[in-house]
């Protein structure tokens, strides 16, 4: 869990070194509606993608050890894993469709 944190922090302050740049503007003008709402949506498929993302790996690699100590069991552990699975891959599409309506492309 620490390494995760670790990781988490250093993209954390990667994302700040590039959001910072694109808030300077000529003439200490703040930033336009529309660069917020691209950075927004940014971050909104990025961040929201990170705990599906896990949870998809997790879920698969568990699964596949489960089948190895238990291949008798193979067809019910591979159905419930899909099906979990296609609840964990909702949450990202509902990032992506956050993203799509701050973009302006639905909506």
Same mark, same amino acid.
Request: glycine share 16%; proline share 4%.
């Given at each position: 869990?620490?390494?995760?944190?670790?990781?988490?922090?250093?993209?954390?302050?990667?994302?700040?070194?590039?959001?910072?740049?694109?808030?300077?503007?000529?003439?200490?003008?703040?930033?336009?509606?529309?660069?917020?709402? /691209?950075?927004?949506?940014? !971050?909104? +498929?990025?961040?929201?993608? #990170?705990?599906?993302? *896990?949870?998809?790996?997790? =879920?698969?690699?568990?699964?596949?050890?489960?089948?190895?100590?238990?291949?008798?069991?193979?067809?019910?552990?591979?159905?419930?894993?899909?099906?979990?699975? /296609?609840?964990?891959?909702? !949450?990202? +599409?509902?990032?992506?469709? #956050?993203?799509?309506? *701050?973009?302006?492309?639905? =909506?």
């Amino acid at each position: 869990m620490k390494s995760l944190y670790g990781h988490f922090s250093k993209v954390c302050w990667i994302l700040l070194a590039l959001v910072v740049p694109a808030l300077a503007q000529e003439g200490g003008a703040a930033m336009s509606a529309d660069g917020m709402i /691209a950075i927004g949506a940014g !971050l909104a +498929i990025s961040v929201g993608t #990170i705990g599906p993302g *896990l949870g998809l790996g997790n =879920g698969v690699g568990k699964a596949m050890e489960a089948i190895g100590r238990n291949p008798e069991a193979e067809p019910k552990i591979k159905n419930n894993m899909i099906v979990g699975l /296609a609840f964990i891959e909702a !949450l990202s +599409i509902y990032a992506l469709v #956050i993203a799509f309506i *701050l973009s302006g492309n639905i =909506g």
